[in-house]
């Protein structure tokens, strides 16, 4: 049964919630980092594998709050959860669905997000966290990992509404490509490839970086377990746990119900 979620919850403790709920996460993914520009640790590049973390392979129980205080992160450093999750009842591994946002962090805003959700999110439940400059949005459910970049896409597609007038075309037109070419690794590659040329850091709603960060992590983690198979643990879709300097991730929003965004 999943803990109640609170608004004022930290991030750590919401993700603590979440991976021991009805379907009890075994094992979670993560990575440490120091921060840099925009708090990626570089610029057009995913995550690096060497830097990522597989934690509960070995450990019962997981414990989100220990584990980062093992860590023993140094001043500067972060750390990050993997949206790749294993779950001893499931035969595959699944993962989280989350999206990062690149909007201010204002009470309209907050507002603004909720409301989009409310009208095309209203079977789901789900988390929005505030970081230090904008928020973060998390679902209860999980989904296999071969799926995640339509929803990803679905759910820049809902946003888009929310961008700027000179953006919201290219923004529901990156979404849309997503959705449409899901199935194919190649695809998805060559469009998040040339979406990080072609969106910024500075007013967007969605943070399109991340997006195609994402993407591409994950069409790496696809990819290379067509050939070692499941076992091979290296992640994608990170969003921080950790504060960057004092402000502590936060639940700011929740909304409860049942399910998940339906994949046409």
Known sequence: MLKEINIGD???????KLIHGSYPVSSITGVTYHLTE??????????QHDIQHRFGAHESPLNIP??????????????AIGSLVEIS?????????????DCQKEEKVKKEIMSILKLHCR????????SDFSYHLVFDDFVHPANLVWHLG???EIFSVAELDNKRASAREYALALQKHYRSIEAVRK?????????????????????????????????????????????????RLTPKKDIEPTVVGR??????LKRG
């Not at 930290?10 to 603590?16: E, G, I, R």
């Not at 009842?89 to 946002?101: C, E, G, L, T, V």
Request: proline share 4%; charged share 20%.
């Open 10 to 16: 930290t991030s750590v403790n919401l993700f603590d």
């Open 38 to 47: 925009h708090g990626l640790p570089s610029r057009n590049m995913p995550l």
């Open 66 to 79: 220990l584990l980062i205080k093992k860590l023993g992160l140094e001043r500067g450093e972060v750390f």
């Open 89 to 101: 009842q499931k035969r595959s591994p699944m993962s989280f669905i989350m999206m990062d946002f």
């Open 123 to 130: 079977n789901s439940s789900l988390s929005l966290v505030a």
């Open 154 to 156: 679905k759910l820049m």
């Open 191 to 239: 469009i998040s490839n040339e979406a990080l040329n072609s969106f910024g850091h500075e007013d967007e709603f969605t943070d399109k970086w991340w997006v195609s960060h994402s993407v591409l992590e994950l069409t790496n983690y696809l990819m290379r377990n067509r050939e070692v198979g499941q076992d091979y643990p290296y992640s994608f879709a990170f969003i």
């Open 255 to 260: 909304q409860m119900v049942g399910g998940i």
